[in-house]
């Protein structure tokens, strides 16, 4: 039998969690969505007027790892205190995650970015811990928006 998951990130959406589960399955590999249930028709409880159709649950992995998710309306939406941490092996890598995943240039820092849905992500290297050594090393992170490791490498 395969070990479940203790502890899943539940991430609400207006009405756009459908949407943001294909999108992020797209990018990352192995990657999956695996259920996906429905609010029931509007006309059966005054909750869900609006909301027919939409997803009261759904499941999906990213690079192996199980998320769920849900369209809750607009009461509450995301923000930089919970971000997605994106290990990247190289410079490449951070590429392509970068280019994905970041649609906000404003709030771009130190390899943080904000997807279109309002969601934080890290995109930094594998061996960011051995980047940032050096307070020249870190000044120059605390000056990027996406992470250039040539730059910290340099900064050494």
């Not at 990130?9 to 249930?37: D, K, Q």
């Not at 998320?67 to 995301?78: A, W």
Request: glycine fraction near 6%; aromatic fraction near 12%.
């Amino acid at each position: 039998m395969a070990e479940v998951q203790k502890v899943t990130p539940f991430l609400w959406f207006n009405t756009e969690a459908e949407e943001a589960m294909n999108y992020y399955v797209s990018i990352f590999p192995n990657s999956s969505i695996s259920h996906i249930e429905r609010y029931p028709d509007e006309s059966l409880d005054e909750h869900f007027v609006g909301m027919s159709g939409k997803v009261i649950t759904g499941v999906f992995q990213l690079a192996g790892q199980r998320f769920m998710c849900l369209d809750g309306g607009p009461e509450f939406v995301f923000n930089e205190a919970i971000s997605f941490h994106v290990s990247c092996k190289d410079q490449a890598e951070i590429e392509y995650y970068w280019s994905k995943l970041s649609h906000v240039p404003e709030a771009e820092q130190c390899g943080w970015c904000k997807d279109k849905f309002g969601v934080s992500w890290q995109i930094v290297p594998e061996r960011m811990s051995e980047l940032i050594k050096t307070p020249n090393q870190i000044q120059t992170m605390m000056h990027m928006k996406k992470i250039v490791i040539a730059d910290l490498e340099a900064a050494a």
